[in-house]
């Protein structure tokens, strides 16, 4: 009868243990927050998402200091911070540490798994490695890494690993004023010079450009009426073929 009393006791023992809840580390970006239930969602570095609830006494943090859940808001509906976390024993958070890392300096080198950047306000040159995935952007538009080159301007988002994950570049062949639109065939007459001396030249709008005619047209009777029309644009390997353009009235 003892031995059958101790090894039931063994058996429950196992039972309870099995059922105990780990406490665990995640690490990812807070896609989501609810400041009224204290939650928020994790999407983990491996894709999971995961819905998670503040601990009363949470210990939370940004950029490393003190923080309320409300500075892990998403910064947009793209940018997110990332970091880790640490559950307790009940699956609620004890501690968060999250970041939102921002550099802004000069492309002196991309290449595969790493970027070279000299910071604006130190002017040293600083190494990141960049991830696999890393996002890339010029001008605001998706791009491939064989379009940056030395010397372009950029917003470099880090994740809390100071690993580069989003690259933002901002770049312009040339800066003027339109002086003819040409709708029907695409052809853009601007002056690169100045107002006192002009520089003259015809751009033909390549297909990557979008195409409205009717705000093309808009445009053309505004030069028609001497508005100064400036524009910023990206020429295709040299050529005369605008890739991208930023237009604005003064």
Not at 8 to 27: D, H, N, P
Not at 135 to 160: C, F, R, T
Not at 187 to 198: A, E, P, W, Y
Request: aromatic share 10%.
């Amino acid at each position: 009868m003892k031995k059958t009393i101790i090894f039931g006791f063994i058996i429950l023992m196992l039972i309870t243990m099995g059922s105990v809840i780990k406490a665990e580390r995640y690490a990812g970006e807070i896609i989501q927050v609810d400041l009224e239930e204290k939650t928020l969602v994790l999407r983990s570095e491996n894709g999971q998402k995961m819905d998670l609830k503040l601990a009363e006494d949470a210990e939370l943090y940004y950029n490393n200091i003190d923080a309320a859940l409300g500075k892990y808001t998403p910064v947009t509906q793209k940018d997110y911070v990332s970091g880790y976390l640490e559950t307790n024993e009940d699956g609620l958070i004890k501690t968060a540490h999250f970041y939102y890392l921002v550099r802004e300096g000069v492309i002196v080198k991309l290449e595969s798994g790493e970027l070279v950047l000299r910071d604006t306000e130190s002017g040293i040159c600083n190494t990141y490695i960049t991830k696999s995935n890393l996002e890339l952007y010029l001008n605001h538009l998706p791009a491939e890494k064989d379009q940056i080159i030395s010397g372009m301007k950029a917003l470099v988002i880090l994740n809390y690993q100071f690993q580069v994950k989003k690259l933002a570049v901002i770049h312009y062949d040339y800066t003027g004023f339109i002086e003819e639109v040409d709708v029907e065939n695409k052809i853009l007459v601007i002056n690169i010079g100045t107002r006192l001396q002009s520089a003259l030249q015809k751009y033909q709008l390549s297909e990557k450009v979008m195409w409205d005619s009717r705000e093309w047209t808009g445009l053309e009777k505004m030069v028609q009426n001497n508005t100064f029309l400036l524009v910023q644009f990206v020429v295709e390997d040299g050529r005369n073929i605008i890739s991208y353009l930023n237009v604005r009235s003064l």
